[in-house]
């Protein structure tokens, strides 16, 4: 949520509008540390960005796409199970756990939700045969 300042005639000051405009940008330093747990394959660090919801939302949905991009499938479980207030983000994260999947070659059983092999005819799981 962006706070503005303003002067005695309801004039919202410019920067404040500069730096909403920068929030979620390469510039801006909550993007900058994303970047850094990134290249550290800090996955836990990126989590965390996701799940703090004081995080702005753009930010939140940079750490979702860039965990897909790391492609760790520990990561899934944590992601469907946080529920996310902001559909931005949670699109986000839709999308991301779609790209794990792929580069894990990996899908969700429609019956027990557990991740299995994309090529399974039966689910390792609950045993049920899969469509």
């Known amino acids: 949520m962006a706070v503005y300042s303003f002067d005695k005639s309801g004039i919202v000051d410019e920067a404040d509008i500069a730096a ?5 940008t390469d510039d801006d330093p909550a993007v900058q540390r994303l970047m850094e ?15 703090d919801r004081h995080v ?5 949905a940079r750490a979702a796409a ?7 499938s520990e990561a899934i479980e944590p992601m469907l199970g946080f529920k996310f207030q902001d559909q931005r983000v949670a ?8 790209r794990i999947h792929d580069i894990n070659q990996t899908k ?24």
């Open 20 to 24: 909403d405009k920068a929030r979620g």
């Open 37 to 51: 747990l990134f290249e550290a394959a800090d996955l836990e660090g990126l989590l965390s960005s996701l799940f």
């Open 56 to 60: 702005y939302y753009k930010v939140r």
């Open 66 to 72: 860039l965990i897909a991009e790391l492609g760790p």
């Open 91 to 98: 699109a986000q994260v839709r999308q991301g756990i779609r």
């Open 108 to 131: 969700e059983c429609p019956f027990c939700a557990e991740v299995i092999e994309a090529e399974a005819d039966v689910c390792n799981h609950c045993g049920r045969p899969l469509p």
